[in-house]
T-cell receptor, first 115, second 115 residues
Framework: AQSVAQPEDQVNVAEGNPLTVKCTYS??????LFWYVQYPNRGLQFLLK??????LVKGSYGFEAEFNKSQTSFHLKKPSALVSDSALYFC?????????????FGGGTRVLVKP | DTGVSQNPRHKITKRGQNVTFRCDPI?????LYWYRQTLGQGPEFLTY????????KSRLLSDRFSAERPKGSFSTLEIQRTEQGDSAMYLC?????????????FGSGTRLTVV
């Protein structure tokens, strides 16, 4: 079984400050890890992924995430947050060995960036 | 537009009525997924098709729910005898085997309100 935990329901940050959204995962094998962002009444938009290779992955809109196998974490980061980054963020995991490419999502973290 | 298309965007129905949603995936994607997302929560897996074959169904998919993908292209999700607890956003996503490490492309969803 695969699962994802996002321990923070909401993260508040001032514009220009660093932003971190936490994610931990559980899989029986090796993970594929993803971050998606959702704006109100919209579907999910892909931000970035970790498949293999460098633990630090860079994605869209200046976001990056660090894969830490020992801590089973994949925290999303942005060095300088913008008001337009305010949205709902979801971490997702897929076990490489799982058939069907099914993703399991965390419960989401709402990010509020204040001017 | 070459993205995933879902119709309708919004549906309001009376309890007990049947509803049907449609999803048109990216044309070259042979895998299609349905997820359900309730307010403030992460998407929950409902079912998955590879071409026209429905390969996996979640326990969330009660007998009142049925999904089809008759020609391996578009898919429909039908809910019979709707209940208020069915109110949610229904998300469709697609992927291809060559992109299994890339996650999904999501549609904008169909928001169902049962009154």
């Amino acid at each position: 079984a695969q699962s994802v935990a996002q321990p923070e329901d909401q993260v508040n940050v001032a514009e220009g400050n660093p932003l971190t959204v936490k994610c931990t995962y559980s899989v029986s094998g090796n993970p594929y890890l993803f971050w998606y962002v959702q704006y109100p009444n919209r579907g999910l938009q892909f931000l970035l992924k970790y498949i293999t290779g460098d633990n630090l992955v860079k994605g869209s809109y200046g976001f990056e995430a660090e894969f830490n196998k020992s801590q089973t974490s994949f925290h999303l980061k942005k060095p300088s947050a913008l008001v337009s980054d305010s949205a709902l963020y979801f971490c997702a995991v897929r076990d490489i060995k799982a058939a069907g490419n099914k993703l399991t999502f965390g419960g989401g973290t709402r990010v509020l960036v204040k001017p | 537009d070459t993205g995933v298309s879902q119709n309708p965007r919004h549906k309001i129905t009376k309890r007990g009525q049947n509803v049907t949603f449609r999803c048109d995936p990216i044309s070259e994607h042979n895998r299609l997924y349905w997820y359900r997302q309730t307010l403030g929560q992460g998407p929950e897996f409902l079912t998955y098709f590879q071409n026209e074959a429905q390969l996996e169904k979640s326990r969330l998919l009660s007998d009142r729910f049925s999904a089809e993908r008759p020609k391996g292209s578009f898919s429909t999700l039908e809910i019979q005898r709707t209940e208020q607890g069915d109110s949610a956003m229904y998300l469709c996503a697609s992927s291809s085997p060559g992109q299994r490490s890339y996650g999904y492309t999501f549609g904008s969803g169909t928001r169902l309100t049962v009154v």
